[in-house]
T-cell receptor, first 117, second 112 residues
């Protein structure tokens, strides 16, 4: 079956602009999470959506926002871009939310590379 | 804020050697996962451990979760060039949904 699809794969934006990244989860998956990966900070959690509701939010400024649609597809938006927002943005999907003895596997997409100049 | 300290950051070894990667925290996690990430790709789950003291084996890879669920280790026996990549540990809290706290990663290079 198709994996997690993220678009666009690469993009370059100018400081002050905004950007929208899209994520299509694996069919049937209801949870979508977003992460930012940078060489300095590593992988950091942005937010998780489950059934169109934001379930968790990481420690990022309000310029970072997201949403999930009824078909589980998700978008994240970054407004007023700063140079430090240059990163690989990863989307991950799973059937359910939470880790327990019954198990839960998160599948990551290949990411969207954002460069802010 | 939960933090996961991963060590070493970089490891360059010869094919056939053994290695261990450590993941430590002062926080208790309900589960801990290990991922491997190749350049240009997203992380791929290797294993999830949920019980303190749990040991899981995946071919030449052995994963252990500490008794107190604050630390974990990944041991690779007889490393091969195909094991080269970025290894990441990630912890989850019981009430944290799918929010994962990642360690800084260990970049492993296995030379033939």
């Amino acid at each position: 079956k198709a994996g997690v699809t993220q678009t666009p794969r690469y993009l370059i934006k100018t400081r002050g602009q905004q950007v929208t990244l899209s994520c299509s989860p694996i069919s049937g998956h209801r949870s979508v999470s977003w992460y930012q990966q940078t060489p300095g900070q590593g992988l950091q959690f942005l937010f998780e959506y489950f059934s169109e509701t934001q379930r968790n939010k990481g420690n990022f400024p309000g310029r970072f926002s997201g949403r999930q649609f009824s078909n589980s597809r998700s978008e994240m938006n970054v407004s007023t871009l700063e140079l430090g927002d240059s990163a690989l943005y990863l989307c991950a999907s799973s059937l359910k939310t939470g880790f327990s003895l019954s198990g839960n596997t998160i599948y990551f997409g290949e990411g969207s590379w954002l460069t802010v100049v | 804020t939960q933090l996961l300290e991963q060590s070493p950051q970089f490891l360059s070894i010869q094919e056939g050697e053994n290695l261990t990667v450590y993941c430590n925290s002062s926080s208790v996690f309900s589960s801990l996962q290990w991922y491997r990430q190749e350049p240009g790709e997203g992380p791929v789950l290797l294993v999830t451990v949920v019980t303190g003291g749990e040991v899981k084996k995946l071919k030449r890879l052995t994963f252990q979760f500490g008794d107190a669920r604050k630390d974990s280790s990944l041991h690779i026996t007889a490393a091969q060039p195909g094991d080269t990549g970025l290894y990441l540990c990630a912890g989850a809290l019981e009430t944290g949904g799918n929010m994962l706290t990642f360690g800084g990663g260990t970049r492993l290079m296995v030379k033939p």
